[in-house]
């Protein structure tokens, strides 16, 4: 294992309580009465996955906001015992934990970074710096004019030395810049790139190094199994590397399907890749939907970017046919068949999100459906996929590391 995968956090214990006015409306759907019965009944009968891969990688899970308040009271038992890694979802992004010039909201980080050290377990900051969920305000001056590049380089500077000096010797690793690439490895033309320049990435790790030198410091982003990402990822993050800035690892995001990536090599061969450019490499947002994609087929865009529903792309609101739990089982084995094999390499293992209710993926891109992308169903009960990766683990500690020998 690596030197990332053993920071454990500490922090005080503080007790889950009633949400703040302040924040009423990002709370998701599922914190509704039958949600929270429903979980409470959950039986899992699963052993605990932190336990199975402890020689091998963290498992983590991204939290929405009524997980992190507890307001479901089987959840922190099921999270404490299944997952050594956590991920705040939304809550400390900074549209959430910084939505007004002169306001922050710390209530649910604070409650995070709490459970966490009550229970042994590493939280990943997620994000500081993103083209996506930041306030319009943070790119405006007082006239409402763009921001000059004095001005937004003090904004970045003050709100990561306000978020991660507050959590310094708590948040243990941080996804310091999320998504700056495009599909073919340059920097993605956003207002950050527009306003700062080229070197918008390096400043926010350096900001990122000074609030918390002993903090493991993360470049996150998508598709980084497409070759021409890859290379550039590489090229930018060995380029701040050769100028003393601190990166210390990538995040691949994994939002995949049960036929995309059509070739699971790329995945292997981007881990290898970076590996040998000397960065730990996290997945970092695993999930698989088993839905048909609706951008290939030409379904109708609402205007906030998400398509209409149609029945096409929900074929199973009445549960997930046998046969499709079988090839969910089986592409989450053959991923974990590469991250076991890569184990050295790899240091963590996010899901994105704790169950299939809670998942994204049933309103991304398209709202309203009924997806099935994780290990865990919509009332916490392990899935046959769930133990199809425990039984691999198995079997190939077995091949590493005969009984016999043990």
């Known amino acids: 294992m690596s030197q990332y995968s053993q920071i454990i956090l500490a922090e005080v214990v503080a007790a889950a309580s009633a949400v703040p006015a302040d924040m009423r409306r990002t709370v998701p ?86 459970f966490a050290k009550s229970h042994g377990i590493h939280v990943a900051g997620h994000t500081l710096v993103w083209h996506k969920q930041t306030p319009d305000w943070v790119f405006r001056d007082a006239s409402g004019r763009p921001a000059s590049r004095e001005l937004l380089l003090a904004r970045m500077r003050s709100h990561i030395e306000t978020v991660v000096g507050r959590y310094r010797g708590q948040v243990a690793s941080w996804d310091v810049v999320n998504e700056a690439l495009d ?49 550039g990822a590489i090229r930018l993050l060995d380029g701040l590397r050769r100028k003393g800035i601190p990166v210390h690892g990538i995040g691949m995001q994994a939002h995949y399907r049960l036929d995309a990536p059509a070739n699971l090599q790329d995945v292997e061969d981007s881990i290898v890749a970076f590996s040998k450019a000397g960065f730990d490499v996290m997945i970092t947002e695993l999930d698989v939907s088993v839905l048909p994609n609706p951008t290939e087929a030409g379904g109708a865009v609402r205007v906030d970017g998400r398509f209409r529903h149609d029945a096409r792309f929900d074929p199973y609101t009445g549960g997930l046919p046998a046969s499709v739990e079988r090839q969910l089982g089986q592409r989450y084995v053959d991923l974990f068949s590469i991250f076991l094999a890569h184990r050295d390499a790899v240091s963590r293992i996010t899901f994105w999100g704790v169950n299939d209710a809670q998942s994204w993926k049933n309103d991304w891109p398209m709202w309203g459906r009924t997806d099935y992308p994780l290990l865990f169903d919509r009332e916490n009960r392990p899935k046959p996929a769930l133990f199809d990766i425990v039984g691999l683990e198995h079997r190939v500690r077995d091949e590493r590391d005969p009984p016999a020998v043990r």
Request: aromatic share 12%; proline share 4%.
């Open 29 to 114: 759907i599922c914190i509704t009465v039958a949600c929270v019965a429903a979980g409470a009944a959950f039986a899992d009968d699963a052993p605990a996955l932190r336990d199975v891969f402890a020689d091998d990688f963290l498992i983590g899970a991204a939290l929405d906001a009524g997980q992190i308040l507890g307001l479901d009271q089987a959840t922190p038992e099921f999270i404490a015992k299944h997952f050594s890694a956590l991920t705040a979802e939304n809550a400390m992004k900074w549209e959430r934990i910084h939505p007004d010039e002169d306001r922050y909201v710390f209530d649910y980080a604070d409650r995070l970074t709490a």
């Open 183 to 231: 599909a073919g490895g340059e920097l993605r033309d956003n207002r950050w790139h527009r306003i700062i320049g080229d070197d918008y990435v390096a400043k926010a790790f350096e900001f990122a190094h000074a609030a918390d030198p002993d903090a493991f410091l993360i470049y996150n982003d998508f598709d980084l199994y497409l070759p021409a990402k890859r290379d």
